[in-house]
């Protein structure tokens, strides 16, 4: 692959200029055209320094980055093209002409050069960098080898539906959450910095103690407008240790597993990742991969380093000639349900279908969660809006309210 320089211009007339790593001059005309620009110049760049920067744009294919949906909608449509008979080359030019999404266009153009060119299309997808998972690519290269290209693609775009689903469910149901903790912080920051220095001087006139309320909101206040920057940096400390732990490989499966025991939250995240586990594994046995290889990938996709681990730890057992559902169960992280329903699938042969059902039983169960949390989130915090607010009102005014009531007894 050679990395080239390019200049275009958009049809409003806008210049864009970038670099691109590619096997060609025309390799490169076709992705540019792809993304319906008008080349202006094309030319390799020159040995050196950049070679390095050549490995880094090709491993991101320099196509920009797919959102989910367009991969889901590119897998559906081609399946459904190749189910009708369409040739994969056409049914590749079909798709880049027809996306909406200039970076989707470009990664179609890129496969069908490479397919053109005489690549497999697991090779092909493979070459688009992080486009394309582990996973995707497995399940085209047990399709290829198994000649059911548009059974498996028709698979997959079940599998990323259904994961795309679950994951918007999920957002929708903490968007109220966050967006109305974001408001509880914001209104509690204003009264403490706009309102509450406004009776300062009026506490000061009274010449009378303060309570101890209006005394530690009166600190507070003065803190956040004079010591912004360390209040800030005593807050966000903690989050950056915790950030740099996570990032390390044992901080990472120590907070992985700690995240699956937290109360409630635990739960979801426990579900969420016996759903991912069961569908993603099945659907890969149910592709042909074989069992190690689907494994691995579980593994790599589990979201999650204890569940990784424990995976692992089968594919180990597995190679060992011993059974899967026992290093599962020697985890602690998988129910009994799960375990036993995976040994009864691996003694009558009928694994990807008990572990479809049980990820069909866990994505049920993180909705149903989430449902009721949803539920039971919108008055707890309209209580933590309740006692931040009326604090810092109650901080204000109970001075105020002493001094009227001596002022009334003394009359």
């Known amino acids: 692959m050679t990395l080239f320089e390019y200049a275009a211009r958009e049809r409003a007339g806008r210049s864009i200029r970038g670099q691109v790593a590619a096997a060609s001059a025309e390799e490169v005309l076709s992705l540019l055209r792809a993304r319906d620009l008008a080349v202006v110049r094309v030319r390799p760049v ?84 992080r486009t394309f998972s582990t996973l995707y690519v497995s399940m085209v290269r047990a399709g290829e080898a198994s000649g059911q290209m548009d059974e498996i693609l028709e698979r997959l775009a079940c599998h990323l539906e259904d994961g795309d689903k679950l994951r918007s469910e999920l957002r929708s149901a903490l968007t109220y959450p966050v967006v109305s903790l974001g408001l509880v912080v914001s209104i509690t920051a204003f009264l403490l910095i706009g309102v509450v220095p406004g009776f300062r001087d009026v506490f000061q006139s009274l010449d009378s103690e303060l309570p101890a309320i209006t005394t530690a909101v009166l600190g507070l206040s003065d803190a956040l407008r004079e010591e912004w920057l360390t209040c800030v940096g005593v807050a966000m400390a903690p989050l950056l240790l915790l950030w740099f732990l996570r990032r390390t490989e044992r901080g990472g499966e120590f907070f992985d597993r700690a995240s699956l025991r937290l109360p409630v939250i635990g739960e979801v995240l426990s579900q969420v990742a016996l759903a991912r586990f069961s569908r993603t594994f099945a659907t890969l046995v149910r592709a042909g991969v074989p069992i190690l290889a689907a494994l691995e990938i579980v593994a790599d996709t589990a979201g999650n380093r204890a569940i990784a681990r424990s995976v692992r730890a089968c594919s180990d057992s597995v190679q060992a000639g011993n059974s899967l559902s026992e290093p599962l169960g020697e985890s602690r992280l998988f129910p009994p349900m799960v375990v036993r329903m995976v040994g009864i699938g691996e003694r009558t042969g009928a694994l990807e279908s008990l572990l479809e059902k049980i990820g069909e039983f866990y994505e049920g169960r993180v909705r149903a969660t989430v449902g009721s949390l949803t539920s039971l989130i919108e008055p707890v915090l309209i209580a933590v809006m309740g006692v931040l607010v009326g604090g810092v009102v109650l901080a204000v005014f109970l001075p105020i309210l002493d001094i009227v009531g001596e002022l009334g007894a003394s009359g």
Not at 84 to 110: F, K, N, T, W
Request: charged share 20%.
């Open 46 to 129: 020159r040995a050196g320094a950049r070679a390095i920067l050549s490995k880094l744009i090709h491993a991101r294919s320099g196509l920009g980055r797919v959102k989910r949906v367009e991969l889901s909608m590119f897998t559906r449509q081609l399946s459904t093209m190749l189910a009708a008979g369409l040739p994969i080359l056409e049914a590749l030019d079909v798709l880049s002409e027809q996306s909406e999404s200039a970076a989707m266009r470009g990664v179609c153009a890129h496969v069908a050069v490479e397919v053109r060119n005489g690549g497999d299309l697991s090779a092909a997808l493979e070459s688009c960098g």
